[in-house]
C-alpha cells in the first residue's frame, strides 16, 4: 500500500472565503438595495450598532448571536468598501504584524514591548 503525503500550501486557507470578492457583493447589494454608501460617520454609526446588537445577544443569551456577528463583518467589509480599502490584504497584512509583536505582563496587564 502506497502512502501519499498531503502537501497543503501556508496560503491554502486564505482563498476559502474570497474577502474581496465578499467585500464588492456587499457594496453591491448595498448599491442595488439603495442603501447608504456615502456618509461615512453613519457606516460607523451603524456597525457600531451591530456591535452592540451582536453583545446585546450574547449578554442575553439569545439565538441570534451569530448572525448578529455576521453583521458586524459584513458593515465591516461594507465600509472597507466605500472607503475603498482591501480589507483581506490588510487582515493578512495586521495578523503578520501582530505575530511579531512581544509583550512583558507587568501588573497583570500585556504591555507591548516589540512591534513589527
Ligand atoms: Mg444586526
Known amino acids: 500500500?502506497?502512502?501519499f503525503e498531503l502537501f497543503i500550501p501556508s496560503d491554502f486557507f486564505k482563498f476559502m472565503i474570497d474577502l474581496?470578492?465578499?467585500?464588492k457583493d456587499?457594496?453591491?447589494n448595498k448599491v442595488a438595495k439603495g442603501f447608504n454608501t456615502t456618509d461615512i460617520h453613519l457606516e460607523f454609526c451603524l456597525t457600531y450598532g451591530e456591535l452592540a446588537e451582536a453583545f446585546t445577544a450574547y449578554?442575553?443569551?439569545l439565538p441570534d448571536l451569530d448572525?448578529?456577528?455576521a453583521d458586524v463583518v459584513i458593515y465591516l467589509l461594507g465600509?472597507?468598501?466605500?472607503l475603498n480599502?482591501?480589507?483581506?490584504?490588510?487582515i493578512l497584512k495586521k495578523v503578520e504584524k501582530n505575530?511579531?509583536?512581544k509583550y512583558k505582563k507587568i501588573n497583570g496587564v500585556n504591555i507591548r514591548t516589540k512591534d513589527a
Do not use: P, S, T, V
Not at 20 to 23: A, D, V
Not at 85 to 90: A, C, G, N, P, R
Open 99 to 101: 505575530k511579531k509583536r
Open 1 to 3: 500500500m502506497q502512502m
Open 26 to 28: 456587499i457594496y453591491d
Open 67 to 69: 448572525e448578529e456577528l
Open 79 to 82: 465600509l472597507a468598501a466605500i
Open 59 to 61: 449578554h442575553k443569551k
Open 85 to 90: 480599502i482591501d480589507l483581506e490584504d490588510e
Open 20 to 23: 474581496k470578492k465578499l467585500q
